[in-house]
Nanobody, 117 residues
């Protein structure tokens, strides 16, 4: 099982970035896929998630600015971020919660997003 994020970087406030996560090694496709982030000195928080059958949820802080999506074979997860603010700065992590064969959580290594004022 492997999750590899990419697409982070430095962007000015108001700009956009697109994060990608490549998932491999999962035997089943009915997983919840999500993005989390962790700002310096703060706890990791959920940003957006997408359920196996499609329902999507966003944190209030990113609603209307970020869009989560995935490809049809559920091996790639994306996070389109627009209208970025300095408070969006942090390390962004891809997360997969499996249901089969057992409930488990998997994390990528993270990708840094820095928004300059």
């Amino acid at each position: 099982v492997r999750l590899v994020e990419s697409g982070g970087g430095l962007v000015q406030a108001g700009g956009s970035l697109r994060l990608s996560c490549a998932a491999s090694g999962f035997p089943y496709g009915d997983n919840i896929m999500a993005w989390f982030r962790q700002a310096p000195g703060k706890e990791r928080e959920g940003v957006a998630c997408i359920s196996p059958d499609g329902p999507i949820a966003y944190s209030d802080s990113v609603k209307g600015r970020f869009t989560i999506s995935r490809d049809t074979d559920k091996t790639k997860l994306y996070l389109q971020m627009s209208g970025l603010k300095s408070e969006d700065t942090g390390v962004y992590y891809c997360n997969v919660e499996t249901i089969r064969p057992e409930r488990s959580f998997y994390w990528g290594q993270g990708t840094q997003v820095t928004v300059s004022a």
